[in-house]
């Protein structure tokens, strides 16, 4: 691993961009040997240090935790106020604290509020870009972070009603229920918050009433539901299939995720056809999408 061929003193720990201009590439002489490697601010608990990494990949990975982590030092009194506000929110920290894992709310409201300020262009290298970027930002943080707790808020409050009917269907129509709940599982993982790009987090609200309306919906109709689910169950199989191949060999490329939030628009087109979606979508649409994709992912 590079980062044990070149590691970084101790005490070359910053607390603000103060390390200059990063490169792209580093190469550093080792026992006679060029290393080309990954330069990244890495967190270093209250700070960051200047690491370097053989991956690309791992190296953006940390680095935007890094940038977050100088970003979170800059704002530090204006965090705080809004991780008391988050704090004092019982019935929001309640109805996160019901979905599976350790996340910390006042942590996942942070980090999307940074990122979404900040971080939304390609991440700073430069000392001057991230100056620029946190003067740009200023005035935005709070009014950002204030959104998305609404947003957060309306999100869980919608999880809430769907848990509700899970509940009643789960004895009646246990496959629905089962496939409406591995549906919310993927939407509403520990780390949703931060993880979920903002533009798509928007949506998560429509996506959880079509679960709903589908639920109430079943007892009418539980035949309407099977005809349906048969048009969506084949693509879902076949994007979970390839999701779990894949996921050893990192993040999805971005026509795996294009792909994961279409089989979401299909599920309010089949289900919920009132709550209408930003783009056609039909099984049709979307079996054709994914020949394509499977087809380009075989000449690489």
Same mark, same amino acid.
């Given at each position: 691993?590079?980062?044990?061929?070149?590691?970084?003193?101790?005490?070359?720990?910053?607390?603000?961009?103060?390390?200059?201009?990063?490169?792209?590439?580093?190469?550093?002489?080792?026992?006679? #040997?060029?290393?080309?490697?990954?330069?990244?601010?890495?967190?270093?608990?209250?700070?960051?240090?200047?690491?370097?990494?053989?991956?690309?990949?791992?190296?953006?990975?940390?680095?935007?935790?890094?940038?977050?982590?100088?970003?979170?030092?800059?704002?530090?009194?204006?965090?705080?106020?809004?991780?008391?506000?988050?704090?004092?929110?019982?019935?929001? *920290?309640?109805?996160? $604290?019901?979905?599976?894992?350790?996340?910390?709310?006042?942590?996942?409201?942070?980090?999307?509020?940074?990122?979404?300020?900040?971080?939304?262009?390609?991440?700073?290298? !430069?000392?001057?870009?991230?100056?620029?970027?946190?003067?740009? $930002?200023? *005035?935005?943080?709070?009014?950002?972070? #204030?959104?998305?707790?609404?947003?957060?808020? *309306?999100?869980?409050?919608?999880?809430?009603?769907?848990?509700?009917? !899970?509940?009643?269907?789960?004895?009646?129509?246990?496959?629905?229920?089962?496939?409406?709940?591995?549906?919310?599982?993927?939407? !509403?993982?520990?780390?949703?918050?931060?993880?979920?790009?903002?533009?798509?987090?928007?949506?998560?609200?429509?996506?959880?009433?079509?679960?709903?309306?589908?639920?109430?919906?079943?007892?009418?109709?539980?035949?309407?539901?099977?005809?349906?689910?048969?048009?969506?169950?084949?693509?879902?199989?076949?994007?979970?299939?390839?999701?779990?191949?894949?996921?050893?060999? $990192?993040?999805?490329?971005?026509?795996?995720?294009?792909?994961?939030?279409?089989?979401?628009?299909?599920?309010?087109?089949?289900?919920? #056809?009132?709550?209408?979606?930003?783009?056609?979508?039909?099984?049709?649409?979307?079996?054709?999408?994914?020949?394509?994709?499977? *087809?380009?992912?075989?000449?690489?």
């Amino acid at each position: 691993v590079l980062q044990d061929e070149a590691p970084v003193a101790e005490g070359e720990r910053h607390t603000g961009w103060t390390m200059g201009d990063l490169t792209e590439i580093m190469e550093i002489r080792r026992g006679g #040997q060029t290393l080309v490697g990954y330069p990244a601010l890495a967190e270093a608990r209250d700070a960051v240090s200047l690491q370097v990494f053989d991956s690309p990949e791992r190296a953006r990975e940390v680095h935007r935790a890094g940038v977050r982590r100088l970003l979170a030092i800059a704002f530090r009194d204006r965090l705080r106020d809004l991780e008391k506000i988050v704090t004092k929110d019982h019935a929001l *920290n309640l109805a996160f $604290g019901q979905l599976d894992g350790e996340a910390d709310l006042k942590s996942e409201i942070v980090s999307a509020a940074l990122d979404r300020t900040f971080l939304v262009e390609s991440l700073p290298m !430069l000392q001057a870009d991230f100056a620029r970027r946190v003067e740009e $930002g200023r *005035n935005r943080l709070s009014l950002i972070a #204030q959104e998305l707790v609404r947003t957060v808020a *309306n999100i869980l409050a919608e999880h809430a009603q769907v848990q509700k009917r !899970l509940t009643a269907a789960a004895k009646s129509f246990p496959a629905v229920a089962e496939d409406v709940g591995q549906q919310c599982a993927r939407l !509403l993982h520990p780390r949703f918050v931060s993880q979920t790009p903002w533009q798509r987090l928007q949506h998560f609200p429509r996506y959880l009433q079509a679960a709903a309306q589908r639920l109430d919906k079943l007892r009418v109709d539980p035949a309407r539901d099977a005809r349906l689910c048969a048009e969506l169950a084949p693509l879902q199989a076949a994007w979970l299939r390839e999701h779990a191949a894949r996921a050893r060999f $990192g993040a999805p490329t971005p026509e795996m995720e294009q792909f994961r939030w279409l089989l979401e628009e299909l599920r309010v087109s089949l289900f919920a #056809q009132a709550l209408k979606t930003p783009v056609p979508v039909s099984a049709k649409r979307l079996a054709k999408l994914w020949h394509s994709i499977r *087809n380009a992912q075989d000449v690489r």
